[in-house]
């Protein structure tokens, strides 16, 4: 396999953060989670960057630390949920990288989701919230090269899944 970075994709809640360390941890690579750059570099949390700034800025930023995340090799990148709708972040993901969708089933994501107060988007109803946006996004994660449901899996044969298909 000649990609020398793993880009995690897929829907708030599937478990980007939590395999991606696990992931780096087994392979010794470097673990990024661009939301987290996003708030070190703005400063703020990606709730009040949505309140203050707007989610057009947010996406802005957001495509620019994937680029610059994905600049080099030995990287496992999270992006977030929405990180996939413009097309050149989806680009710039498969030119850098083996793109890994992580997906559960609604009731997984919503359990997971339901207590975190920094994912503007599905704040309110979180319910409501995410089956729209799973709806809206149904085929979002469609072009990743490997799609892996979260929802029955421990961490660890998910880490296994992803090691053997890189044959590392
Ligand atoms: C978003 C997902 C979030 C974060 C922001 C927007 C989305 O990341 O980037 O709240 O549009 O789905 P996680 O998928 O890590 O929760």
Same mark, same amino acid.
């Given at each position: 396999?000649? /990609?020398s970075?793993? *880009?995690?994709?897929?829907?708030?809640?599937?478990?980007?953060?939590t395999? #991606?360390?696990?992931?780096a941890?087994?392979?010794?690579w470097?673990?990024?989670?661009? +939301? @987290?750059?996003?708030?070190?570099?703005? #400063?703020?949390?990606?709730?009040?960057m949505?309140? /203050?700034?707007?989610?057009p800025?947010?996406? %802005?930023?957001e495509?620019? *630390?994937? $680029?610059?995340?994905? +600049?080099g090799?030995?990287?496992?990148?999270?992006t977030?949920? #929405?990180?996939v709708l413009?097309e %050149?972040n !989806?680009?710039v993901?498969?030119?850098? #990288?083996?793109?890994?969708? =992580?997906?559960?089933n609604?009731?997984?994501?919503?359990e !997971? *989701?339901? $207590? @975190?107060?920094?994912?503007?988007?599905?704040?309110? @109803?979180?319910?409501?919230?995410?089956?729209?946006?799973? &709806?809206? !996004?149904?085929?979002?994660? +469609?072009?990743a090269?490997?799609?892996? @449901?979260?929802?029955? =899996?421990?961490?660890? &044969?998910?880490v296994?899944?992803?090691?053997?298909?890189?044959? =590392?």
């Amino acid at each position: 396999m000649e /990609k020398s970075n793993i *880009v995690l994709i897929g829907f708030m809640g599937t478990g980007k953060s939590t395999v #991606g360390h696990a992931l780096a941890a087994r392979l010794g690579w470097q673990f990024v989670n661009t +939301d @987290d750059v996003i708030e070190e570099q703005q #400063g703020m949390s990606i709730s009040d960057m949505f309140a /203050k700034l707007g989610e057009p800025v947010f996406r %802005q930023v957001e495509s620019e *630390v994937i $680029q610059a995340s994905l +600049d080099g090799i030995s990287s496992i990148v999270a992006t977030g949920g #929405g990180a996939v709708l413009a097309e %050149q972040n !989806r680009n710039v993901m498969k030119e850098n #990288g083996y793109v890994v969708a =992580l997906t559960a089933n609604a009731e997984t994501i919503i359990e !997971r *989701v339901s $207590q @975190d107060q920094n994912r503007p988007l599905v704040q309110g @109803d979180v319910a409501e919230r995410v089956h729209t946006l799973l &709806e809206v !996004r149904k085929h979002a994660y +469609d072009f990743a090269d490997r799609t892996i @449901d979260t929802s029955e =899996l421990t961490v660890e &044969e998910i880490v296994n899944l992803i090691v053997s298909d890189m044959k =590392l």
